[in-house]
């Protein structure tokens, strides 16, 4: 195979030297990219404190709810309709592993689609979150989210983004999310359902 595919002409004396190439370059040496997103599927998300129960299709007791009415709609996390039931919070929970593409102890944010579903609370409605780091022996961290409960008492959903504490996480660790919705109303009359419409993972990365 010719090394030159066009004439080429050399005024003085040329030394060619081969090498072997590695292909691939070291995941340090890339260029890092911020806040890329990780979807977190509502489907994968349990009951809090039974984590080998699925949510429940109605909310109950102290759950939220995966409602989903097939293929023609996406599925969300909904409370049930609390219209008059006062405050009321309910749960659900999952295991969201850190990415392997993640920068050790960079930033870290966990975003919600949320807001209430076809009437806001006369009083209040809240998105909270709990973030946990497994130590892989059955104990957790202490909370590792900064923010405090989001304002979602609106029908116009919004992007709620919770900051976790990135100073001691690396790729592959094994966060333990809680998510609370409290919703606290009295006036009665029209359905007050809180809503989840989707979850991610916002990280910086390399890779």
């Not at 040496?29 to 299709?57: S, Y």
């Not at 100073?167 to 006036?187: C, E, K, Q, T, W």
């Not at 989840?196 to 390399?206: E, F, M, P, T």
Request: aromatic share 6%; proline share 6%; glycine share 6%.
């Amino acid at each position: 195979m010719a090394l030159f595919d066009f004439p080429v002409r050399f005024s003085k004396a040329v030394q060619f030297i081969w090498a072997n190439v590695t292909p691939g370059m070291p995941r340090a040496n890339l260029l890092q990219d911020n806040l890329q997103p990780f979807t977190i599927p509502l489907t994968e998300f349990v009951v809090w404190d039974a984590m080998h129960t699925n949510l429940p299709g109605t909310s109950a007791t102290d759950d939220l709810a995966l409602v989903s009415n097939g293929i023609t709609d996406s599925p969300t996390i909904q409370t049930s309709d609390l219209d008059s039931a006062g405050a009321t919070t309910r749960y659900a929970s999952r295991l969201c592993p850190v990415p392997a593409e993640y920068v050790a102890g960079e930033t870290l944010i966990v975003r919600f689609h949320a807001g209430m579903k076809t009437n806001a609370a006369d009083n209040t409605a809240t998105l909270d979150l709990q973030a946990y780091k497994s130590d892989e022996e059955e104990g957790v961290s202490a909370d590792l989210c900064t923010t405090a409960a989001i304002d979602i008492n609106n029908t116009v959903m919004i992007d709620a983004d919770f900051t976790v504490t990135p100073d001691d996480l690396s790729p592959g660790d094994l966060l333990l999310l809680r998510i609370a919705v409290a919703v606290n109303d009295a006036a009665g009359g029209a359905p007050v359902i809180g809503i989840v419409g989707s979850a991610k993972l916002l990280c910086d990365v390399k890779g």
